[in-house]
């Protein structure tokens, strides 16, 4: 199917709307699936689009800065050469996805939300632009 | 790479010894080093057993080691290749080329009995 | 009947090292992945479920063999701890072995077996306990025999543990020369012992000495010697005068010209003696060989002839062109994005252009047919940007590894060697047959390619 | 997310519902048998339909307050999708994980009677 036009959402940057975030992420991966999001391949294509998105969208809340007014995220969504690419985009300060695999063994509690994207993604790519981070995550059909 | 003439039977026998690697950034250099060695006599052994990697182009200059040496009615002679050396040289066949020794000692002595080449 | 089928990491580290482009798991033995063999065993034996376990990473294994459904079976994967104990492995997966018998496989082993014989009897009417084993591991029974005893001395059975490179070896030379009387190996063979994948090439003056496994898209050039006992994996070259003879050649591996390989093996760049251990990575872009890298000399007179062809195109389309892209374009089929691609030089990006044309209508179909989508890449190559014919390009954010070596292994052009050659123009595949043609190319050949790169594109778009 | 709770044979049985993230992890995190170092706790995830990195951090940090960090907490029950998550964070090394609720149980009581021993 084609779908060369971009789908933007805007949402509030507030936990509760993660779930928002997550099923128009799956929704529009089992839209570029079509019939195949019955079978584990269209299954795992979508997870990992809920997966990535439930991610990027904590990681852009919970880095928030205090006190900045009409705090949003905003996730746009573009399927092109049979690849379905999200981008998240938030106002926050700049931040590097070239952090270290956490240590199992020393029980940590955070530190994991980038090491998913980045195994269950194709490509990752974050950009700077202007006063926004712009997170693109893609993942090949 | 250390250089040293031994006096064996009354041959003069070059000893060169070869270390670390030989691929593409040493092997030019190298070639012209082993000119100033074989212009001392064309008896030369090469103890390889410090020589850890050697690659295609490595393996092409001790090649031209040996064209270069037969040419003046010499040999070149290899001692105490390590194991994955050995297998480089087995890979490519350049073994067939070469008389191979386990240590320097050997490769030396085996020109003691051999008569004497026609000096150029 | 269920089995189990389990791992732990420390038994087989050592593949890691010494192959770390596979998953231990699918380690090919005679060009079957490992897990296959245990697999087509836990069938035999009446199972028609089998469950995984491991203590480390299934990831690669899953992608796989997914849900098992390939053989009919329902294949499902857990995690262990590496000390449970059988009781502790049986508690965790308590609903999957259910009331039935269950047969657990565990170690990193090679099952001997024969496939001719009735395993399913044997595991059901066997005694409760063990049924084989060796250092690495064991094959057990839990449950009671449905049925009693049979005399089951008759089948074969034993274990050989995959503790080591030369164990490896060991088991696939066995595998090899029992064949597929014993164990179901891939591969079409008219005759005992001769295995071909799909799309095996072979020169005319090759010889092949029997027993020899050769997987896909392997081409076997003028004048090489295969076997006896050669494994030879896919997407495999073997090039001029070359043999390989009691050795293993992994997928993916361009095996030079006047080479000998014996008793080796050989992955990617990697050789490896399974006897002492010892293993060399050449540095070169491909198995050693002995080609002269003479490219800075030998590349004048190719850009010649590819700015003189590629001048030869332009003039030959620009009707086409002139005519076909405003409409396309006007119609919002033809789109262009902008990307910066690896330049032959590998300090330097390019920034190309590349078009997409969607093909519902029949301008564009004819547009594709003619390859206009790579029109405008023609004039990089009167720029020297672009060969005419070489590597597909590769986006800039791509990092291959073995690029740093050297242009030998890559040089972007308008169309692929894979194109010309119709093979699979993504992966490994397409890597192996353009390193092929960059080595060996001349700007004649070039040219002869260019042309059946557009006529495999012009007939592939027509089938559409 | 909903907890239900139950007990058996001295395990506390948490049997969680729904979508373990950022959101919900809390509610977990501060569970009363979670956060007491003595309890073992088995964690059904039967019902969990999606979890991420936000809800490992839960169970793990929990387990790490445990007085025995791999056998306070026992899972049973996840599905494929939440057993990639464990495998791509690596978690899954941290914990028993069961196929079975009540094997679970079995092999949570006898561990906490050979470490009471």
Redesign the interface.
Known sequence: MSMSSIITLTLPGERLFARVATQAATSVADLVTGNARHEPAGRDFSHAFELAVSEAFTNSVTHARENATAQVVKLTFLFEQRQLTVSVHDANDPFTIETPVPDIESFPENGFGLLIIRKVMDRVIYRRDGDSNILSMSKAL | MKFSLDNIDGQLVGIARLEGRL??SNSKPFQKTFLEWLEKTPLLVFDCSLLE?I??SG??AIVGCLRKTLEKKGDLRLAGL???VA??F????AKRLFSIFSNRGDAASSFAAEPNPETT | MKTILAFREEEYAWVHETFPCVHPLLLPLCNKPFIEFLIDFAILAGSSGVRILCDGGLDALEQYCEDGSRWGIDLSYASIHPDDSIHTMLGKNRKFCGEERVMIVSGFNFIRYDKRLDYKNLATSRPTGEWAACPGGRITLTGVPAKTALDWTLAELSLMPLDSMASFYRASMEALETGATRYVLPGYGDEPGCAFGRNVVISKSVEIRKPVSIGNNVQLLANTIIGPSAIIGSNVIIDRQSSVESSIVFDNTYIGEHLKVDGRIASGNRLNDPKSGASIAMEDPHLLSGIKKKWDIRSLPRKIVHAVAALGLIAVFFIPFIILWPLLKLGGHWKSTRADFLSERTDATLPLGKVEVDSSSAQAAIAIALSLDRYLWLFRVLTGQLALIGSSPLLAEKTRPDLLLGALTYRPGVFSYAEAEDWPATGGDATIVERFHLAHSNPLSDISLVIKAFINRLQEKSAI | MTISETSKIGIAILSLNGTLDALSAPEFRNNRSVIDPEKTVVVDLQQVDFIDSSGIGAIVSASRQKRQPTGGIVLSCMNDRVRKVFEITNAQKLFHIFDDTIAAVDFAATRQKSAGA
């Open positions: 691929d593409s990697f690659d295609t393996l092409g390590n194991d994955k297998m480089v087995e890979l490519t066949q």
